[in-house]
């Protein structure tokens, strides 16, 4: 196959109508669909409804589904019988503190510290997916000692999301792909037990993260994410109490040594050492493979329509190293060489046969984006490239609350 061949690509799901895929290479489609989603356990004894209503088959069908999760994953004694990963424990950032204003536990989920990469190679899947299931039946029976307490019906929390350092390493598809796996358990499982979802410090990139994950959510779920401004502070004091509040939050909580940041009961996680490391890479199922002859390149253009959208590639080659990088045509419609176009991203020779590679870039200009593989360098091989490449738009929010 020679130099600067291009071929077709169909557009990936995140792109949606303001993004158009121009070139692509001998695409192999695999696609890998997620399942649908919808915090509360369909419980055994709820009566069914009369067995020729529709709504009962699919109420039976819950119920039966929701039973064999909780037999399967042990649901009953994970709480006693089962203990996450030490790296799990240290490296998972999160914990309950304090309850809001009704009386429901309030949940933290720090998004910032996370190494997401590191816990991939570090854990499992399924222990990820128990450690959300612990923490989700934790919380189940916190409400039930609230609502024995209080004398009142208690049966949801308050997620506080705060999101102070998302950025690209977040973005890491593997850790999103997994990530949308745990949120469609608890979609699937315990959709009554989220009462809202307060997102603060969200960054400029946050929309294009939410948009990442949202098709995980069920309607009724997305109308609980409310994404607060810049005086976070006070509003969180709208739904939880100063003394339930860390005094990191705006609150006067701390803990019994004064750590404003309560860390005895939220942990904020950090990068994992690679000591943890189990694995050299995360499996990934790519969407392509093509060959690229000794001596030219390949070349794959995308037209970014709006600003803001983000493109991010996994590459694995067979055998040696490829070159990548990432160039800007300076006139739409006209074919250009790299030397004329806009440097993105410079063509770096990486060892993608040994560790696989990924990345991602924020496109801020509309334009069209030129992804080279660069076998130029090499007289005598050929090289197979196994790759994913897909662009996602920056959502559009409504349901935001400023004070």
């Known amino acids: 196959m020679g130099g600067n061949r291009r071929t077709r690509r169909k557009p990936t799901r995140t792109q949606g109508e303001h993004t158009k895929l121009l070139t692509d290479s001998h695409p192999e ?25 529709p709504h009962s088959i699919q109420s039976l069908t819950i119920n039966t589904n929701h039973l ?54 570090s854990a499992s899947k399924q222990d990820f997916l128990r450690t959300k299931i612990r923490d989700s039946e934790f919380l189940r029976k916190e409400c039930s000692r609230q609502s024995e307490k209080l004398g009142k019906t208690v049966e949801s929390i308050t997620l506080i999301y705060d999101c102070e350092g998302l950025g690209m390493k977040h973005m890491y598809k593997p850790a999103v792909e997994a990530y949308g796996e745990i949120l469609t358990m608890f ?19 946050f929309p294009i993260a939410y948009n990442l994950i949202k098709h995980f959510l069920c309607e009724e779920t997305r109308r609980k994410i409310i994404v607060v401004g810049s005086e976070w502070k006070d509003v969180l004091q709208k739904y939880v109490a100063p003394d339930q509040l860390p005094l990191a939050y705006g609150g006067t909580l701390m803990d019994p040594d004064g750590d404003p940041y309560c860390k005895s009961m939220i942990k904020y996680g950090g990068v994992v050492p690679k000591s943890y490391y189990i694995r050299d890479s995360v499996k990934v199922q790519y969407d392509s493979l093509i060959t690229i002859s000794r001596g030219s390149d390949h070349q794959l253009e995308y037209e970014v329509l709006v600003p803001n959208c983000l493109l991010r590639w996994q590459f694995a080659s067979e055998g040696a190293d490829i070159g990548f990088g990432i160039y800007m045509k300076t006139k ?11 440097e993105v991203l ?58």
Request: with cysteine; charged share 25%; hydrophobic share 30%.
């Open 332 to 342: 739409a419609g006209l074919k250009q060489k790299v030397g004329d176009m806009l």
């Open 68 to 121: 064999e999760f909780r037999k399967h994953m042990k649901v009953d004694s994970i709480l006693d019988e089962w203990k996450p990963p030490e790296v799990i424990e240290r490296y998972v950032s999160g914990g309950m503190c304090g309850y809001d204003r009704e009386g429901s536990p309030v949940w933290y989920d720090v998004i910032g510290p996370l190494d997401p990469k590191g816990l991939l190679m």
């Open 187 to 205: 979609e699937d499982n315990y959709p009554e037990g989220l009462k809202r979802v307060l997102v603060i410090k969200a960054p400029k990139i």
């Open 346 to 403: 410079p063509t770096t020779r990486y060892n993608a046969h040994l560790v696989p590679e990924d990345g991602s870039y924020t496109c801020e200009q509309p334009g069209i984006y030129v992804l080279r593989f660069d076998n130029t360098y090499s007289v005598l091989q050929s090289k197979k490239i196994s790759f994913s490449v897909d662009v996602v738009l920056p959502e559009t929010l409504t349901n935001t609350e400023q004070q």
């Open 29 to 53: 489609q695999d696609p890998n669909p997620q399942p649908p989603g919808p915090w509360s356990c369909v419980t055994a004894t709820r009566p069914p409804a009369p067995p020729c209503h």
